[in-house]
Structures are given as C-alpha cells and as structure tokens.
C-alpha cells in the first residue's frame, strides 16, 4: 500500500509541475486544486510511514522541502484563483517552480541516496 500512496505523490506532484510548466493552472483548476489536496494528504503519509530511520541531519532539509512544498500548492491556488493581474502570476509561476525544482531535489537525494 505505501508503495501505491508514494506513486500516485509523485503522480500528482508531476501533474502539478506540468500544470506550472506549460501554464495550464488556470484551465486546469479543479485538477491542480484536487491534486494539491492529495499531495498534502499522501505527503503526510508518506512522511509517517516512511522516514523511520532516517540519516543524521535530515530535520532541516525535510523541514525546508515541507515549507517549499506549501510554498509551491499556495502559488498554484492563487494563480488558479485568476484574481492577479498577467505580470503577477508570471512572477508567482516562476518562484513556484523554482521552489518546485528544489523540492524535487530535496526528495530525490534523501529517497535515493542519503541512505
């Protein structure tokens, strides 16, 4: 079952980088909203049932990885509310994936190779 719950997280986090990627956030509303729930909700699971022995040191960048992760759903729920200005949620784009590219990053090295 974690194997499942940690696909479909990567599933849906794919989906909302391609969203952010190809600036469909708008068109895709219900689908980066809904997507933006169940990353929050398959994230927690995974964070329970899969950081038990977890290397030194891992607080902080986990930390960090979390709060680029709200980062990251908050710009996709105000791009998608469509309530900035053309300027604005260009802006808001680009940090979003910036901050999406560092949380892949994160993930990657403590799900690959700091074990």
């Given at each position: 079952?974690?194997?499942?719950?940690?696909?479909l997280?990567?599933a849906?986090?794919?989906?909302?980088?391609?969203?952010?990627?190809?600036?469909?956030?708008?068109a895709?509303?219900?689908?980066?909203?809904?997507?933006?729930?169940?990353?929050?909700?398959?994230?927690?699971?995974?964070?329970?049932?899969?950081m038990?022995?977890?290397?030194?040191?891992?607080?902080?960048?986990?930390?960090?990885?979390?709060?680029?992760?709200?980062?990251?759903i908050?710009?996709?729920?105000?791009?998608?509310?469509?309530?900035?200005?053309?300027e604005?949620?260009?802006?808001?784009?680009?940090?979003?994936?910036?901050?999406?590219?560092?949380?892949?990053?994160?993930?990657?090295?403590?799900?690959n190779?700091?074990r």
């Amino acid at each position: 079952m974690t194997n499942v719950l940690l696909h479909l997280h990567l599933a849906l986090g794919a989906f909302l980088l391609l969203a952010l990627a190809i600036d469909k956030v708008k068109a895709w509303r219900l689908g980066v909203l809904g997507a933006s729930l169940a990353l929050v909700i398959t994230g927690a699971f995974n964070f329970m049932t899969r950081m038990t022995g977890a290397p030194a040191g891992w607080h902080a960048f986990i930390g960090i990885k979390l709060l680029l992760a709200l980062h990251v759903i908050a710009m996709c729920v105000m791009i998608a509310r469509g309530t900035g200005g053309a300027e604005k949620e260009a802006r808001w784009r680009k940090g979003a994936l910036g901050s999406c590219a560092l949380v892949v990053v994160i993930g990657l090295y403590f799900s690959n190779f700091a074990r």
